[in-house]
């Protein structure tokens, strides 16, 4: 089973939907992060959690929001979605003692009509 | 901030050829390193990490990539190319003491037989 998974794995929505993106992981690992990719810009970091009660923006947190209901499970939400929201979604985790170590789901890739 | 510069976006190679893909960052105090690797609709894995000490880091499937603090590089090689090494790969530079990971563009690796 993988280590980290995310739900859904495509997903397509029109523009203003409200739309949410889950990660779940049985690593034990009590930082879990959220990015988005998108073609030639690499990997940007939304936001960040170092344990349930710890949330952090990251680079481009307007218009996304995110829960940690658990440990072990981080959503992220886009309230309004709109079609510049469109990319691939990643979700990772790393451990304390090794925090820069960081360990990757398979990506949601969402379309924004 | 640390921001990390991966010159090239696109490289071909030939199977069984040398390969060296180039990352220079940007960092004021000693970098973590990372190469990550994603293959088509995968997540990302990864390859090799540079925390201290051996300034020559091995990694998983033959790569290895070698720290130059007077450079500000951190690039990575492989002697002998495979098909199966076709991917997009990916530079970043973590900071240690908010455990954030700052990813470069990316270079898409294109083997050619």
């Known amino acids: 089973d993988a280590d980290v998974t995310q739900t859904p794995r495509n997903r397509i929505t029109k523009t203003g939907k409200r739309i949410m993106l889950e990660c779940s992981q049985t690593k034990g690992h009590d930082r879990m992060y959220w990015y988005r990719q998108d073609p030639g810009l690499g990997l940007r970091l939304i936001y960040y959690s170092f344990d349930v009660k710890d949330i952090n923006k990251g680079e481009i947190s307007d218009g996304y929001s995110v829960s940690r209901q658990a440990q072990a499970k981080f959503s992220l939400s886009l309230e309004s979605a709109i079609p510049n929201q469109t990319a691939l979604y990643f979700c990772a985790t790393s451990d304390w003692t090794k925090a820069d170590e960081q360990f990757f789901g398979p990506g949601t890739r969402l379309t924004v009509l | ?113």
């Open chain 2, 1 to 113: 901030a640390q921001s990390v510069t991966q010159p090239d976006i696109h490289i071909t190679v030939s199977e069984g050829a040398s390969l060296e893909l180039r990352c220079n960052y940007s960092y004021g105090a000693t970098p973590y390193l990372f190469w990550y690797v994603q293959s088509p609709g995968q997540g990302l894995q990864l390859l090799l990490k540079y925390f201290s000490g051996d300034t020559l880091v091995q990694g998983i499937k033959g790569f290895e990539a070698e720290f130059k603090r007077s450079q500000s590089s951190f690039n990575l090689r492989k002697p002998s190319v495979h098909w199966s090494d076709a991917a997009e790969y990916f530079c970043a530079v973590g900071d240690s003491g908010y455990s954030t990971l700052t990813f470069g563009k990316g270079t898409m690796l294109l083997v050619s037989p």
